[in-house]
């Protein structure tokens, strides 16, 4: 999808993601994911909602927006010498259980 975009598209996108970042505001739009099914938890009720784990999927454009963060904080880290876990999906700290 984004790969098709026209040049000017791709720069308008780049001030969207600039601004993002340098306003540090996450669109309330990037945040919704469309829920596409509902899997049931093993074991469960299955006239409990609250028995079934949902596979949603978030926009594209957040997706590749929270790549381009993850990059930049990667780049830092490193310049820093600061230890975090960014080789999964999520941005989080690395946890060490020696000094917790």
Known sequence: MLKELPKEGLVNLKYIFNA???L????ESLKIAQILI????PGKNPMDV???RPVSLLPTI??????????KIKSRT???GSQTNLDSDRL????NNATA
Request: proline share 10%; hydrophobic share 25%.
């Open 20 to 22: 993002i970042q340098r």
């Open 24 to 27: 540090e505001y996450w669109p």
């Open 38 to 41: 509902m899997i049931p938890k």
């Open 50 to 52: 609250s028995s079934y």
């Open 62 to 71: 957040s997706k590749v927006l929270e790549k381009l963060i993850k990059k």
């Open 78 to 80: 490193r310049k820093t």
């Open 92 to 95: 989080t700290p690395q946890c």
